[in-house]
């Protein structure tokens, strides 16, 4: 399985960004798809994913109502849309093909990982 993350960047506090993983490897439609993130001397932290298939989205709550994912299963892309960026939103952003765990905040679990792409909003 391989994940390419790309859309990262730097954008002023109220701006948005849209990140972009494109997913090969395995099939899209059993598992699901999230995004974490990782701030400097910070642990990470769940971002948003959605279950693969069923259209079901799931968001941390520091990002409700802000970010929003999706995917386009035909060009096996997951996309993360970032609006009203603040600077606690600072970080490298993950994008990660998981299994399915409803105890978890955002009901999805990371296996396979990307490498990471920097967001920076000041």
């Known amino acids: 399985v391989q994940l390419v993350e790309s859309g990262g960047g730097s954008v002023q506090a109220g701006g948005s960004l849209r990140l972009s993983c494109v997913v090969s490897?395995?099939?899209?439609?059993?598992?699901?798809m999230a995004w974490f993130r990782q701030a400097p001397g910070k642990e990470r932290e769940d971002v948003a994913a959605?279950?693969?298939?069923?259209?079901?989205?799931h968001y941390a709550d520091s990002v409700r109502g802000r970010f929003a994912v999706s995917q386009d299963i035909a060009t096996d892309t997951f996309y993360l849309q970032m609006d009203s960026l603040e600077p606690d939103d600072t970080a490298v952003y993950y994008c990660?093909?998981?299994?399915?765990?409803?105890?978890?905040?955002?009901?999805?679990?990371?296996?396979?990982w990307g490498q990471g792409t920097q967001v920076t909003v000041s």
């Open positions: 990660a093909r998981g299994s399915i765990d409803y105890r978890s905040p955002i009901a999805c679990v990371g296996v396979n």
């Open positions: 959605i279950i693969a298939g069923l259209n079901d989205k």
């Open positions: 490897g395995y099939t899209y439609s059993s598992a699901c």
